[in-house]
């Protein structure tokens, strides 16, 4: 539903790319108020700095609610008092809340003296705060500074051998700050304030095996999540591994500062790699993380007795991510060192996830024989082991490489097969059976169908908030449509499409929608609008880096001068 103004609070990079855009999408017409230690960086961000409090009667007033907050039997200091410790942090809104959160146990004045000698406010009211929690107190904090992010309570549980009722008087202090967020419904998280990390890091730094159980902690639940992701491909799944980001990189870049790995160390990292290069690929950057692959690989060589596994999983990882950035020739070594490693070990499972991505490179890379022999081979894998999800996602495969070989009877057999097989699989995989079963429709003649079948594929992106595969659906449907006269229609299509690739910043996928768009324009006899249009999708394709679609583009405006006897300009 449209809104007027939605306020967010403590927002970040993971904020921007994996939460507002959808959310924008949602609302069209709602502004935004987001309050977070930088900048978002998206087109028509306004930045304002939030300076401290200049008004002591506004920080005495701060002081009183927050000591309020946390004892509800705390009677209100006198004005001056206030005033004064407000004016003694600078009227530093967070230092000040900090500091209100000690009157459970000390007097104004007793507090005052405390924060009058020492370094900046925000250390100085740190450290009055510190002086009066107990030594079990102060070892889970310095123990929860390794979170770079937010973490569950049975996150805090494990790492820092917190009980409840420690985390619950941290809470209560203002050390600790307890959120729920907008990307995870249900999930209650906790979170040190980066000011209040940083201070700690410096004032009580972590002991070197504490990383050591995040590690673990981390490790168990990428597991966990990677099974889910092999057997649903669900949002919710990515979107609850996005909110360990931050911290499961500074775990891997940390575990890597050792100069020489363990073997149980390797078994932590292949894990956190894994899922690191997922959510990569889900959305963000790939090829960061190829350099931590190759040191991770390398340590792998130097340890004498690593779990060969180990060495299965990172070079299937990699081969994802080298798969994932178009470099299909690398990708493929990995992957078949993947394959020959999990079949000397006598792994079937792990033989069939590597000839199923061997099989998808070959398809991307043309080779589409040796696709289908590859993507069977996973298919025979998968029925083996019995993993039916990934068996119905190999036959929506082998019908996807079907089709480019002409056998349309095959194609049809196994989407066929496939929805029977993904019949309460994740939506991801019923979206994609569906895309591909009105591609063979459509080659098929049968366009009445395959429109029916993309109407399908697209309500089930639009249910599950997948507003990318959207746009692309939006672009075959419009296609469709366009081949059959419903020029009015594609061209609505069309232009949603657009709206979309130009929200995510996807350029090259713009510059193709508006060519698209362009045409049908053109069709329609609109030959001003469609030249603006050719003029956008010009420019889209150049900010993209897509110099074939930049031409076809440019040839298309030339065709529209000579349509209009401007020679010349042609």
């Known amino acids: 539903t449209p809104a007027t103004l939605l306020v967010v ?30 900048r978002l960086g998206v087109v028509a961000e306004v930045g304002y700095v939030v300076e401290a409090l200049g008004d002591h009667d506004t920080g005495a ?40 959160a000690c009157m459970t146990a000390l007097r104004p004045l007793a507090l005052f003296d405390r924060l009058a000698a020492g ?6 009211v740190l450290e009055v705060a510190l002086s009066m929690r107990s030594a079990a107190e102060i070892a889970v904090l310095s123990s929860l500074v390794v979170f770079q992010g937010a973490f569950t309570e049975a996150a805090a549980v494990h790492v820092s051998h917190a009980t409840p009722e420690v985390l619950r008087r941290l809470h209560l202090s203002g050390l600790v700050q307890a959120f729920q967020p907008l990307d995870a419904p249900g999930v209650l ?27 673990e902690w981390l490790t168990a639940r990428f597991d966990e999540w990677g099974e889910l992701l092999w057997t649903q491909r ?16 500074a775990a891997i870049a940390h575990m890597q500062e050792r100069p020489r790995l363990a073997a149980a160390e390797l078994n932590l990292l292949a894990p956190l790699l894994e899922g690191a290069v ?22 792998v060589g130097m340890c004498l007795d690593a779990d060969p596994i180990v060495a299965v999983r990172l070079f299937r990882t990699r081969g994802m991510a080298r798969e994932h950035l178009g470099e299909f020739e690398a990708a493929l070594a990995d992957l078949e060192r993947a394959e020959s490693l999990s079949e000397r070990w006598a792994q079937p499972a792990e033989v069939a996830r590597a000839r199923f991505h061997v099989g998808r490179v070959q398809h991307a890379a043309s080779r589409y024989d040796l696709a289908l022999t590859e993507l069977r081979g996973a298919l025979d894998g998968f029925e083996e082991v019995g993993l039916a999800f990934q068996s119905a996602e190999a036959r929506a495969e082998l019908a996807r490489t079907a089709l480019m070989v002409g056998d349309l009877a095959q194609a049809a057999v196994e989407i066929d097969t496939a929805e029977r097989d993904a019949e309460s699989a994740a939506p991801w995989l019923i979206g994609t059976i569906e895309e591909i079963r009105a591609l063979v429709l459509r080659r098929s003649g049968e366009h009445d169908a395959a429109r029916q079948a993309y109407d399908a594929a697209l309500a089930v992106w639009t249910r599950i908030g997948r507003c990318d595969q959207a746009a692309l659906t939006r672009l075959q449907l419009a296609l469709l449509l366009q081949g059959l006269g419903s020029l009015e229609l594609a061209a609505e299509l069309l232009t949603e499409a657009e709206g979309v690739a ?29 030249h603006r249009t050719f003029i956008q999708a010009v420019s889209a394709c150049r900010a993209g880096g897509d110099r074939a679609g930049q031409g076809a583009a440019k040839g298309f405006m030339g065709l529209l001068h000579h349509l209009a006897g401007r020679l010349d300009e042609a």
């Open 61 to 100: 007033r701060l002081f009183d609610q927050a000591a309020a907050a946390v004892d509800p039997s705390y009677d209100t200091c006198t004005g001056s008092e206030a005033q004064a410790i407000a004016a003694e942090l600078n009227g530093n809104p967070l230092a000040i809340e900090i500091a209100a």
């Open 234 to 249: 669900a949002e919710s799944v990515y979107a609850r591994m996005a909110l360990e980001r931050e911290t499961l990189m």
């Open 189 to 215: 998280l906790s979170r040190l304030h980066p000011r209040v990390r940083d201070a700690l890091s410096e004032l009580s730094p972590p002991e070197p095996d504490v990383y050591l159980r995040l590690a």
């Open 278 to 299: 997922r959510l990569a690929i889900w959305r963000g950057s790939v090829g960061p993380l190829l350099d931590p692959l190759e040191r991770a690989l390398q340590a």
């Open 9 to 38: 609070d403590h927002a970040g990079e993971a904020f921007a790319t994996d939460v507002l855009r959808d959310v924008v999408r949602r609302a069209p017409g709602s502004r935004w108020l987001v309050g977070g230690p930088e």
């Open 119 to 124: 370094r900046g406010p925000a250390l100085r």
């Open 502 to 530: 130009r929200r995510w910043g996807d350029s090259p996928r713009r510059g193709v929608v508006l060519t698209q768009l362009g045409l049908a324009q053109m069709e329609q006899g609109e030959r001003d609008q469609a």
